[in-house]
């Protein structure tokens, strides 16, 4: 009989008590501030780096989880009695983990050889990150509860991701410029315009689909792309806040006098993204109507 463990890395966004209600295992990655280390969620909130990133000289960074720490993952599952470990984790674009994840798994099975056959391990990369990947393990965590086997899950996680939609906007263009994620001239002449890039994720890579000129813009801006992108089937959405929330509740305010849609999930964007894109963002994700984005074979 199968017994089915979903499994992730603090990036995703889900908090510490979004994991015990939904069951999901989630590793908690490494971060850097001033040259000493923490553990996200265990050590740092959204909030505590919020405050670093307004008055730091020196960005923080962020660690990936190691292939040992994830082959003694695997080997903790087993001894629990999980015939599969589905880990779904951070964009492998933006970090190592993935990779990390993969070499676990053959670490795992060269120290386990007698385990082969008998405990599975299927690593899926999101080719995103926060709730872009948080969301639809939610999702799945639903679906294993009512029963759904693990082929099941797998196909669902990969048609979710062909389908899913994450756009977010970044308030101001200098956490971005020093994490170098826009050129210094760029960012110059964004701040002198007052342009506000409205991001996303294609294939892994994250690109600018739009520039709004001033703050009052950028949540008309993501309201359009869900009223010309939602799946009509399938409304749901969630929504992702920084340090300010109200810009997520007007633009819930918008999506609920539209089709009276109240999001699914309403959380802070964590300290992976908050780091290179800064504490004033907000963003949304949903099932798009359109397929077709690429997504990583399950390994």
Request: proline share 4%; with cysteine; aromatic share 10%.
């Amino acid at each position: 009989m199968e017994k089915v463990l979903l499994l992730t890395d603090s990036a995703c966004d889900l908090t510490l008590e979004e994991e015990q209600r939904y069951a999901i295992r989630v590793l908690n990655m490494p971060i850097g501030v001033n040259g000493k280390e923490y553990i996200d969620r265990a050590e740092m909130t959204p909030d505590e780096m919020y405050q670093i990133l307004n008055t730091c000289q020196e960005l923080p960074t962020t660690s990936h989880i190691n292939m040992v720490e994830f082959s003694e993952v695997f080997c903790q599952a087993a001894s629990e009695g999980y015939t599969d470990v589905i880990y779904m984790g951070i964009n492998s674009h933006g970090s190592n983990c993935h990779s990390a994840a993969v070499m676990g798994k053959e670490l795992f099975y060269q120290q386990h050889p007698e385990l082969q056959g008998k405990v599975h391990i299927h690593i899926v990369d999101s080719l995103s990150y926060s709730y872009g990947y948080g969301y639809p393990l939610v999702l799945a965590a639903q679906r294993l509860a009512q029963g759904a086997s693990v082929q099941e899950i797998l196909d669902f996680l990969q048609d979710f991701l062909r389908h899913r939609e994450l756009y977010f906007a970044m308030y101001t263009l200098k956490f971005a410029k020093r994490s170098g994620r826009i050129g210094a001239a760029a960012s110059f002449v964004g701040e002198v315009l007052g342009l506000r890039p409205i991001m996303a994720f294609e294939r892994g890579e994250n690109v600018t689909t739009d520039k709004v000129r001033g703050d009052k813009n950028v949540v008309p801006r993501l309201f359009e792309y869900y009223k010309q992108n939602v799946d009509e089937n399938c409304l749901n959405y969630v929504l992702l806040m920084g340090e300010d929330p109200e810009p997520a509740r007007q633009l819930q305010q918008l999506i609920e006098q539209y089709n009276g849609q109240s999001p699914d999930m309403v959380g802070k964007m964590g300290i992976c993204v908050a780091i290179n894109a800064g504490p004033q963002i907000v963003g949304i994700s949903f099932r798009g109507r359109q397929g077709g984005h690429m997504v990583a074979e399950v390994e």
